[in-house]
């Protein structure tokens, strides 16, 4: 029974290749979402790509970006989520560019877990 050890080894590594591969395809090597706080991820893709649009003396659509309760309500009712995918009939946003796949699985899952002020 011996010569079955080799043979089950390999199959454990094409399995975990595999998966290997096809998460990469799906979400990039790159992408981390295991852990998105609003204080660090949220708050660095808002700073860079939506403030200067939507702060407390220019709030683009009415919305200050820069008020964690503004995100969050925006976030679970509004359109922050199909703005940034593109989704109609919210606006397109950032208006001109369009996030990282990477950021917009980030914001996604903050959203998904409830935009909790973490
Ligand atoms: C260049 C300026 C600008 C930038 C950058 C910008 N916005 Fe906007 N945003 C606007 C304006 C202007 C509106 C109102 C558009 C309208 O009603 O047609 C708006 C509207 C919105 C709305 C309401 C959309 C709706 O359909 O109700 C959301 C949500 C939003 N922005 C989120 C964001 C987010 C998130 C980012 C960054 C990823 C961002 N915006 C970047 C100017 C901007």
């Excluded at 990469?24 to 090597?29: D, H, N, T």
């Excluded at 998105?36 to 709030?59: F, G, Q, T």
């Amino acid at each position: 029974m011996k010569f079955l050890i080799p043979v089950v080894v390999f199959l454990l590594l094409a399995g975990a290749s595999c998966t290997y591969n096809k998460e990469e395809e799906l979400y990039g090597l790159a992408c981390d979402t295991s852990n998105v706080r609003y204080s660090v991820e949220v708050k660095n893709i808002l700073d860079a790509n939506c403030v200067s649009c939507h702060n407390a003396s220019n709030p683009g659509a009415g919305l200050n970006l820069r008020d964690y309760n503004v995100v969050k309500t925006s976030a679970l009712s509004g359109c922050l989520i199909g703005s940034v995918k593109q989704i109609a009939p919210c606006v397109p946003m950032p208006p001109i560019n369009k996030l990282s796949s990477c950021q917009i699985q980030q914001l996604d899952k903050w959203v998904k877990s409830g935009a909790p002020n973490n």
